[in-house]
T-cell receptor, first 113, second 112 residues
Framework: RKEVEQDPGPFNVPEGATVAFNCTYS??????FFWYRQDCRKEPKLLMSVYSSGNEDGRFTAQLNRASQYISLLIRDSKLSDSATYLC??????????????FGKGTKLSVKP | DADVTQTPRNRITKTGKRIMLECSQT?????MYWYRQDPGLGLRLIYYSFDVKDINKGEISDGYSVSRQAQAKFSLSLESAIPNQTALYFC???????????FGDGTRLSIL
């Protein structure tokens, strides 16, 4: 099982649609979870942290399911500007790594007019 | 001003040349990282450092070396560049505990 696995997409949705991404992770000891957004040829930027109880930031909702080891990102009322690649990020504990963050390969979202 | 600054932003060079990519940060973070990104492969960790005296290899360190000159500076060197090192390179920093990472703008490196 890959350490962090995402559906690469692309997800092609119309403006106003609701879209959900899932991500699975392999290490049950992971404690930190994030979603990043990356625009084409730009640096990844933190979108939101993911908390155990789930959290919301405007149109974005993140949830964590520890039992099944997956996190999700829900985007409501999609905008053209939401078009980007969304990276699932989880910390992993390996020798000397101090819980380095592991980045998924990303899910590409394209929002169409 | 950016918190994590990479220089140069773009570089085109020839096979066999020595190249240094620089990263500086004003965030006061101890942890610093170098990644490369290739289409379809995601971010791959090259080297990371937890403080000035602590340097660790990542998953793809062959052909690269690093230097942590100060808490705020972490440079990546390609001693003898080869074409398959053509990629987008990112520096990142991270604070203590379970904090997220913060990335620089990236360096686009092309080796002919």
């Amino acid at each position: 099982r890959k350490e962090v696995e995402q559906d690469p997409g692309p997800f092609n949705v119309p403006e106003g649609a609701t879209v959900a991404f899932n991500c699975t992770y392999s290490n049950s000891a992971s404690q930190s979870f994030f979603w990043y957004r990356q625009d084409c040829r730009k640096e990844p930027k933190l979108l939101m942290s993911v908390y155990s109880s789930g959290n919301e930031d405007g149109r974005f909702t993140a949830q964590l399911n520890r039992a099944s080891q997956y996190i999700s990102l829900l985007i409501r009322d999609s905008k053209l500007s939401d078009s980007a690649t969304y990276l699932c990020v989880v910390n992993m504990f390996r020798e000397r790594s101090q819980g380095n963050l592991i980045f998924g390969k990303g899910t590409k979202l394209s929002v169409k007019p | 001003d950016a918190d994590v600054t990479q220089t140069p932003r773009n570089r085109i060079t020839k096979t066999g040349k020595r190249i240094m990519l620089e990263c500086s940060q004003t965030k006061g973070h101890d942890r610093m990282y170098w990644y490369r990104q290739d289409p379809g492969l995601g971010l791959r960790l090259i080297y990371y450092s937890f403080d000035v005296k602590d340097i660790n290899k990542g998953e793809i360190s062959d052909g690269y070396s690093v230097s942590r000159q100060a808490q705020a500076k972490f440079s990546l060197s390609l001693e003898s560049a080869i074409p398959n090192q053509t990629a987008l390179y990112f520096c990142a920093t991270r604070g203590t505990g379970n904090q997220p990472q913060h990335f620089g703008d990236g360096t686009r490196l092309s080796i002919l």
